[in-house]
Nanobody, 124 residues
């Protein structure tokens, strides 16, 4: 069973930046045919959508709270997806997950593959 693996989380001060990465557990996973979504879940809160990119990389979608601070990207040659996060706020503290769906759009709800998450903590 293919699994996605997130990395790049950590502890950062408010106003700082992080770049999250998402790869697959097997090199045969072809990111070029998958849409990617990033989600997050803070303690005692529901998981929420952060950003999505269509499989063809031509359509992106962002949650309102990203406010131009976050950028999603997908490097098909490296089989890796990214979420660049700038000007981080304490409210961004959460476990961040990536997900992938074959031939998906930028705003899917159900994904075929999920990662275990990477923790992002923003101190004030």
């Amino acid at each position: 069973q293919v699994q996605l693996v997130e990395s790049g989380g950590g502890l950062v001060q408010a106003g700082g930046s992080l770049r999250l990465s998402c790869t697959a557990s097997t090199h045969t996973f072809d990111f070029s045919t998958f849409s990617v979504g990033w989600f997050r879940q803070a303690p005692e809160k529901e998981r929420e959508f952060v950003s999505g990119m269509s499989w063809s990389r031509d359509i992106t979608k962002y949650a309102h709270f990203t406010k131009g601070r976050f950028t999603i990207s997908k490097d098909d040659a490296k089989n890796t997806a990214y979420l660049e996060m700038n000007n981080l706020e304490p409210e961004d503290t959460a476990l961040y997950y990536c997900a992938a769906l074959r031939w998906g759009s930028a705003e899917d709800v159900d994904y075929d593959y999920w990662g275990q998450g990477t923790q992002v903590t923003v101190s004030s």
